[in-house]
């Protein structure tokens, strides 16, 4: 079994399936290429903080011609975060019986992670977290990383889905997993 210690867990593809065709398909996108580049530099601004909700939802509408409210618009990007991962719940909590601390570490908006906190049953076991939307950096910019070693060390383990943010914690000398599932996950903590 890997020393227990803090587990650094993305949640996007990690602990719950993200389903974007939900929110863009609705508006007529049916392919990321086809989303106004406006729409999604506003997500990205909002994901490192730099945009508010209200701002958010005044973009998105301008730019897609929709005529939904502020609060359905973020009704809807909020749907684009999907089921929880399989059996994801039940090994956070097993990583936590045997020691290890989960923290969330991930790019998202404060509207998302809202809504994660009140939505998935994972997020009550999993209280701390480094975010893009407090750091102003989003993964693999070295700032996430440093944020996280500043607030909790160095992790024992680094989970993600995305190779990108995975090779981002080579230069902090992170022990990093690319997620493909539940039961890799469960092998690599000796769960």
């Given at each position: 079994?890997?020393?227990?210690?803090?587990?650094?867990?993305?949640?996007?593809?990690?602990?719950?399936?993200?389903?974007?065709?939900?929110?863009?398909?609705?508006?007529?996108?049916?392919?990321?290429?086809?989303?106004?580049?406006?729409?999604?530099?506003?997500?990205?601004?909002?994901?490192?903080?730099?945009?508010?909700?209200?701002?958010?939802?005044?973009?998105?509408?301008?730019?897609?011609?929709?005529?939904?409210?502020?609060e359905e618009l973020q009704t809807l990007w909020c749907a684009t975060l999907g089921e929880?991962?399989?059996?994801?719940?039940?090994?956070?909590?097993?990583?936590?019986?045997?020691?290890?601390?989960?923290?969330?570490?991930?790019?998202?908006?404060?509207?998302?992670?809202?809504?994660?906190?009140?939505?998935?049953?994972?997020?009550?076991?999993?209280?701390?977290?480094?975010?893009?939307?407090?750091?102003?950096?989003?993964?693999?910019?070295?700032?996430?990383?440093?944020?996280?070693?500043?607030?909790?060390?160095?992790?024992?383990?680094?989970?993600?889905?995305?190779?990108?943010?995975?090779?981002?914690?080579?230069?902090?000398?992170?022990?990093?997993?690319?997620?493909?599932?539940?039961?890799?996950?469960?092998?690599?903590?000796?769960?």
């Amino acid at each position: 079994m890997m020393e227990p210690g803090v587990v650094a867990l993305d949640i996007g593809g990690v602990c719950l399936s993200i389903h974007p065709e939900r929110c863009f398909g609705v508006l007529g996108y049916h392919a990321i290429e086809d989303v106004p580049v406006a729409v999604l530099g506003a997500v990205d601004r909002m994901e490192r903080g730099n945009l508010t909700e209200k701002e958010f939802a005044e973009i998105f509408r301008k730019v897609t011609g929709s005529t939904r409210s502020g609060e359905e618009l973020q009704t809807l990007w909020c749907a684009t975060l999907g089921e929880p991962v399989p059996g994801m719940a039940a090994l956070v909590r097993d990583m936590i019986k045997a020691g290890f601390k989960p923290v969330f570490f991930s790019d998202t908006s404060a509207l998302h992670l809202r809504y994660i906190r009140e939505n998935f049953p994972v997020a009550e076991f999993v209280p701390d977290g480094i975010y893009s939307f407090v750091t102003g950096a989003k993964k693999p910019e070295p700032a996430m990383y440093a944020a996280f070693e500043a607030d909790y060390g160095k992790p024992v383990l680094y989970v993600d889905d995305r190779e990108l943010c995975i090779k981002g914690a080579g230069p902090f000398g992170w022990k990093a997993l690319q997620f493909t599932g539940t039961d890799a996950l469960r092998t690599e903590l000796g769960l």
